[in-house]
């Protein structure tokens, strides 16, 4: 069973933080990365992919990908109360495939 | 901006009763997905779709769901005999023809079976 961990949460930051959410796989296999942002009762918004060991930086977001230790992350600086959303590690083993999810990281940012 | 659309936005339907889910996916894409999430789980995958034929399916897209495609616009998923644990948000999903993946999804078909 190919599984994507994530740590529920919540975790709780001041606003003007920087926060990091974690995301490991197991199925070694796996080829992309994605970051999705899903509000209450919405739909996952795309954030952030990463296909290649290092880091990747867009704009407040910067994706982490560490092959070796199938291990995923993401870091938002300057947080603000509008990140406050759970926040969904997808995985998949070629660009078209499916995508397994986790469970999500939910993010409360405080003013 | 190019979206992805899904109808209705909220289905109540009784146990043993026939449901098709509709989506209009963005209009250059090529390839399709419908993914579903019980409420408080995870998002799960349920069956992909290329070149008018199913590429992957899930073990919980069982012979009472189905998928089409029956004009160049609209991807639905039919849910033949609804069981109460069918209950959950269904999303659709599309991406373009290229090598990057990215699956880009709709607002999404809140299903209640009573």
């Known amino acids: 069973q190919k599984e994507v961990e994530q740590n529920s949460g919540p975790l709780s930051v001041p606003e003007g933080a920087i926060a990091s959410l974690n995301c490991t796989y197991s199925d070694r296999g796996s080829q992309s990365f994605f970051w999705y942002r899903q509000y209450s009762g919405k739909s996952p918004e795309l954030i952030m992919f990463i296909y290649s060991n290092g880091d990747k930086e867009d704009g407040r977001f910067t994706a982490q990908l560490n092959k070796a230790s199938q291990y995923v992350s993401l870091l938002i600086r300057d947080s603000q109360p509008s990140d406050s959303a759970t926040y969904l590690c997808?995985?998949?083993?070629?660009?078209?495939?499916?995508?397994?999810f986790g469970t999500g990281t939910r993010l409360l940012v405080s003013p | 901006e190019p979206e992805v659309t899904q109808t209705p936005s909220h289905q109540v339907t009784q146990m043993g009763q026939e449901v098709i889910l509709r989506c209009v996916p963005i209009?250059?894409?090529?390839?399709f997905y419908w993914y579903r999430q019980i409420l408080g789980q995870k998002v799960e995958f349920l069956v992909s779709f290329y070149n008018n034929e199913i590429s992957e399916k899930s073990e919980i897209f069982d012979d009472q769901f189905s998928v089409e495609r029956p004009d160049g616009s609209n991807f639905t998923l039919k849910i033949r005999s609804t069981k109460l644990e069918d209950s959950a948000m269904y999303f659709c999903?599309?991406?373009?023809?290229?090598?990057?993946?990215?699956?880009?999804f709709g607002p999404g078909t809140r299903l209640t079976v009573l």
């Open positions: 209009s250059n894409h090529l390839y």
């Open positions: 999903a599309s991406s373009e023809s290229t090598q990057v993946g990215w699956q880009f």
């Open positions: 997808a995985v998949s083993n070629t660009g078209f495939q499916k995508l397994v």
